[in-house]
């Protein structure tokens, strides 16, 4: 890589077309996007927290003190900063020279690269940090097989706190944020058997000069850390620094500074045609489950008996391969005991070095990708048979009606979503924030479904109609038959209205949801009874209808009824939605 900068000292020069002189770079894309500065208002300061980062007192929140600073040492500095030495050099028509960087090109040599891959671990619901899944970097040299790539991935440094320290560190920028380098076998262990995640990867369409100048702005952040945010300062927000320093005409940080979900970030690429979908990783256990739908119920429980520790005659070389597969997923999960485990799974590889593979492998590719999923927010027109109106809107992300392309099937994400009565000039109802998950169950894999919703509604039985706010978490279990996702949960809960006070309750409902790229249709019953008053209680029943028309517009028909010791009601409503 030394080599090759040295001999594209002219191309380089017009990969720099935004400042025109050093005079002007202290405002250029290209200069911010190495320092990492962003605008608060009027002033501009650097996300970097490492004071070593800066060779100016004032380099943290002053572009041109820092340039000033950069210049009078250029030569002392291009070793530890070689994407301001190569970005200034060139503006001065001056050539480039790391020969004298011993350590840098050893490090360059190490991580050569010939294509850059962006990978998306999906949302994973058990992990704060990764609720809106995750992003990092693959470079790929074409010599090396692509297990051993190494990876670029940007996290927290959380040390292991409490749930709620957590939650208020994240969400505050309390974590130390840092870069780090793994193979990406680990990384794929990590997110596709240990986490269960799908993975879906990109290629980055990017020029060798900018893959280059990627690599020499990564060497002046590795050992750097930044403060961590989960909505903006995150692992998504990071690469896109990465891919702003090496493509600085694109320059989008400044649009993600607020906000930076990473399927967000993947459909602005999209638009922008900066990468191509290449691949797609199932979950461990979808993957296993499409395995193993085509073998008999009997070989089904030879897996089990085998993982388990038990002996089965005569096993197909294909039912030894599916059991390690299956013992590899019991290691990862920490079930049962983890020696024995890996020892039976020692044994299954060397009965399976003997045998000839019967069974090839599939690939599943999706219709669609996350780079081509639904906007997260929604506006809506509701009109029910009792003649109220309601207009709607949602914040985010997704629910059991959105449509399924990009995401997992059962997951729900909502965030900030308002119902508003016109008639009554009323809010109708609200959901402050609901994530549900509902893992499938079955004879191999058995992961609790569960929900926590902070939301408030108009319940029918309050004859004054005041809104009733309610905070609840339940658990339960979630089973796919013939493509439908039925579901068990137990929520319990405390609400607050102001007629009636604080009131604890539970809250069973059973749920039957189906989904496609067309239409999506949600049954629902449940029976909320109150702990302290026997006479409060209703059972409610609801089946809801979702029509695609398109990529951004939806219908639902929606229909519901009541019963009560103090009423019965029923009631039918049609919306419109527009995703945005």
Known sequence: IVIRILIVNALLALSFPLAATVLEIASSPEWLSLLHYSKQGEVSYSEVASPSFFLSDKGKVDPQAELDATLSRLEDIKCIFPARYLLIQKL????????????????????QTDSVYLHFPSNYL?????????????????NRVRLLDPTVNFAATTNSPTFSEYLLKGMTGGFAGSFSIHPYFLKQQEYKVK?????????????????????????????????????????AYQLIG????????QYAREKFNKLALPVEILKHLHKKKLIKLVNYTQSFSSNFRSKVSHISDKDKDKILIISSGGVVESMSSELLSLSSEYLEHLI???????KKTQELQHKLINAMSKKQPLFPKRKVLPAKGP??????SLVSLTRNKTNKTMVGYRFGYHDHLDDVAGFSL???????????????????????????SLSVSDRFFKPISWRLSIRGERLPSDINKRLTHQVEFGLGKSYLFKGFLAYFM??????????????LYVNPKIGLLYTNYSYNSLFELERRESTENQNDWFNRISWTQSFKLNASIKIHLKALAWHSKANTSENIQLSLNYNF
Request: contains cysteine; glycine residues 4%.
């Open 242 to 249: 990465l891919l702003d320093a090496a493509k600085p005409s």
């Open 195 to 235: 986490e269960d995640r799908e993975i879906w990867s990109y290629q980055l369409l990017l020029n060798q000069n900018e893959i280059d100048r990627m690599l020499l702005h990564f060497w002046e952040i590795k050992d750097v850390h930044f403060n961590y945010y989960f909505f903006n300062q995150n692992c």
């Open 371 to 376: 780079e081509q999923s639904h906007n997260k």
């Open 410 to 436: 059962g997951q729900n994400i909502t965030l900030l979503d308002v119902e508003y009565e016109l008639s009554l000039d009323k809010i109708d109802s609200y959901q402050m924030v609901t994530i549900e």
């Open 490 to 503: 137990l929520p319990i809960g405390a609400d607050y209205n102001k007629n009636y006070g604080f009131n």
């Open 126 to 142: 058990n992990n704060p940090s990764s609720v809106f899944g995750h992003l990092f970097f693959r470079l790929h040299r074409n």
């Open 92 to 111: 001065k028509s001056e050539p480039v020279d790391f020969g004298t960087c011993s350590e840098l090109s050893e490090w360059l040599k190490k991580y």
């Open 332 to 338: 990862q999960k920490d079930i049962g005991d983890r």
